[in-house]
T-cell receptor
């Protein structure tokens, strides 16, 4: 079945860039997403990239997709303490049921 | 009001008890989902529904049941709760065009003692 993997933890200093990585196994992925979960809250969609794109930029966020290696990354420029959260990668499979598979989540800690 | 509302926010229940978690959405979407979140395991799909008459099992449906009472309402039941069902439960909704992703509720933290 589909598998989406992320490292569990990342720690960065305020003002530095953060890079959160994700690998997936499903070659039929159409959309790939990044969600953010703040403490005590549900997941909130941050951004997404369509599988025929290599890069997408949205203010401080840059998403890079290497479809050959099935690798997705999220770069957060000028990381702030408010960016501390758990970040989930997710991929949409273009099967009979459009199934979204979530990664395990990466907890980002921003040190002031 | 939130787009997706889950009740209760927190619940402690005893082993063997029946419990229902409720979810309602104001997005007008047809599709609704129930996930559970466990530390280090991410989100796992319990059940999903593409419309009122369409309900499907997800990857971990054993021990759970659902009811889609209306387009806006999707409830999850634990018929006989057990301790390993202690988790954070999320309801979500989506449109057919999935570029907008899912809209999640704030979650229900369930503890089974």
């Amino acid at each position: 079945g589909e598998d989406v993997e992320q490292s569990l933890f990342l720690s960065v200093r305020e003002g530095d860039s953060s890079v959160i990585n994700c690998t997936y196994t499903d070659s039929s992925s159409t959309y790939l997403y990044w969600y953010k979960q703040e403490p005590g809250a549900g997941l909130q969609l941050l951004t997404y990239i369509f599988s025929n794109m290599d890069m997408k930029q949205d203010q401080r966020l840059t998403v890079l997709l290497n479809k050959k290696d099935k690798h997705l990354s999220l770069r957060i420029a000028d990381t702030q303490t408010g960016d501390s959260a758990i970040y989930f990668c997710a991929e949409l499979s273009d099967g009979g049921y459009q199934k979204v598979t979530f990664g395990t989540g990466t907890k980002l800690q921003v040190i002031p | 009001d939130a787009d997706v509302t889950q009740t209760p926010r927190n619940r402690i229940t005893k082993t063997g008890k029946r419990i229902m978690l409720e979810c309602s959405q104001t997005k007008g979407h047809d599709r609704m989902y129930w996930y559970r979140q466990d530390p280090g395991l991410g989100l796992r799909l319990i059940y999903y529904s593409f419309d009122v008459k369409d309900i499907n099992k997800g990857e971990i449906s054993d021990g759970y049941s659902v009811s889609r009472q209306a387009q806006a309402k999707f409830s999850l039941s634990l018929e006989s709760a057990i301790p390993n069902q202690t988790a954070l439960y999320f309801c979500a909704t989506s449109d057919r065009g999935l570029d907008a992703g899912y809209t999640f509720g704030s979650g229900t933290r369930l503890t089974v003692v």
